[in-house]
């Protein structure tokens, strides 16, 4: 009966990060080159965890899985965006973009869980070295990330269950290059704010205890190093500033668009950004520029053309 009442929205129109056609320009050679650099470094991590018997251990499993969660989540917006700034065609169909909202939640809810195991793998490497590859075996890391990306199902299988029966007839313009969730709900014809407030309560505190909690963690190592061998608290504060830094880059933006009481617009593109193409640059860069062993890594697999060569013949 109420459906009969309203034009059912078909599509939806982005209005993109900027209006002037200069900005536009930068934005899109910008996001291209971004993404080119997001590609072969994220790449290149999942090539070599994958190909290179070096790295094939638990931590380095982990770093794969989060290099391959990096990649979707950006290839998930950034090549659109290119696609609208390069065409000025700003649109999305109501499908696609229940789609890309529902992906963006299962890479995001696993992305955490993620994070989380590799705190766990860097406290078993740290605090109980002589257990590390009992305790972190081959069957742990697959349970893991299946669970990581399990949680992040229902997480957001969770999230589209409050509003995929939402009525919408009208505007149907989003502030933005993506569909964002709290965008979508707020073009609902029908009162958002119980709505609103479930799903902010579900991503904004998910991310807010997650963070909390892989900092205590990181806290707790730090702390049991420093009672065991002050000489090695330099050590693991070397090898978890990158761990923190990740975490950092990630939580931070998703804790404010959620959490933070005055949302801003132009702050919430820049925060999407920083998500969807900083920081999937900034994980390659701390785990290879910091790390002997993908250095290592690097020289070896630019030499493994010749090395194959030489090795058939």
């Known amino acids: 009966m109420y459906e009969a009442n309203y034009t059912e929205v078909s599509e939806f129109v982005f209005l993109g990060l900027s209006t002037t056609t200069p900005m536009q320009h930068f934005l899109l050679g910008f996001s291209v080159v971004f993404y080119i650099t997001i ?77 989380i195991a590799m705190a766990l793998d860097r406290y078993v490497a740290i605090c109980k070295p002589l257990h590390y590859l009992t305790i972190m075996s081959p069957r742990m890391c697959i349970l893991l990330v299946s669970g990581a990306w399990v949680i992040g199902l229902i997480h957001s299988v969770a999230q589209l269950a409050f509003v995929v029966h939402l009525p919408f007839c009208g505007p149907n313009e989003i502030d933005s290059f993506y569909c964002d969730l709290p965008s979508f709900i707020k073009l609902a014809c029908t009162d958002t704010y119980r709505m609103e407030f479930m799903v902010t309560a579900n991503s904004g505190f998910i991310s807010t205890g997650t963070f909390i909690l892989l900092i205590i963690s990181y806290i707790f190592i730090l702390v049991t190093v420093r009672k065991r061998s002050s000489g090695g608290l330099s050590k693991a504060l070397s090898t978890l500033s990158a761990h923190i830094t990740v975490v950092v880059l990630f939580f931070g933006p998703c804790i404010f668009v959620y959490m933070w009481p005055f949302p801003t617009v132009q702050v919430d593109k820049f925060l999407a950004i920083l998500d969807f193409m900083i920081t999937p640059i900034l ?31």
């Not at 499993?61 to 290839?75: A, K």
């Not at 390069?86 to 696609?96: A, K, L, V």
């Not at 299962?106 to 993620?114: A, K, N, P, Q, R």
């Open 39 to 115: 590609i072969l470094g994220n790449m290149f991590i999942v090539f070599a965890v994958t190909y290179d018997p070096h790295l094939h251990s638990p931590m380095y499993f982990l770093l794969g899985n989060l290099s391959f969660i990096d990649l979707c989540l950006s290839t998930l917006t950034v090549p659109k965006m290119i696609s609208d700034l390069y065409s000025g065609h700003n649109t999305i169909s109501f499908q696609g973009c229940v789609i890309q909202i529902f992906i963006l939640h299962v890479l995001g809810g696993s992305e955490m869980v993620l994070l």
């Open 283 to 313: 994980n390659p860069a701390i785990y290879t520029l910091r790390n002997k062993d993908m250095k290592m890594a690097m020289r070896r697999l630019t030499r493994w053309p010749s090395y194959t060569s030489n090795k058939s013949s």
